[in-house]
């Protein structure tokens, strides 16, 4: 069903979500904003969230793109 999609755009948006549902938070601190930037590119890049805004910089928003995409240590 489509709410599958919908939890895995927003657990990209904020990977920390379910610790901030458990911390009592009713919305993410940094929502996902639908761009679709993450669908567009799944086939071709790490996952993760690549909109810009969302983001101080786009150092930023590299970072927590490959720190998610990390293996384990």
């Known amino acids: 069903s489509c709410d599958l999609i919908a939890v895995a755009r927003a ?6 979500l379910v ?8 919305l993410p601190t ?3 904003t ?4 993450c669908a567009a590119r ?3 890049s790490p996952l993760g969230c690549y909109e810009p805004r969302r983001f101080p910089s786009l150092a ?5 793109i490959m720190a998610n995409n990390r ?3």
């Open 30 to 32: 940094n929502p996902c």
């Open 19 to 26: 610790q901030q549902f458990a911390a009592g938070r009713e």
């Open 71 to 73: 293996g384990d240590d």
């Open 34 to 37: 639908h761009c679709n930037r």
């Open 11 to 16: 657990l990209l948006a904020n990977p920390d």
């Open 42 to 44: 799944t086939a071709t």
């Open 60 to 64: 930023a928003m590299e970072a927590e």
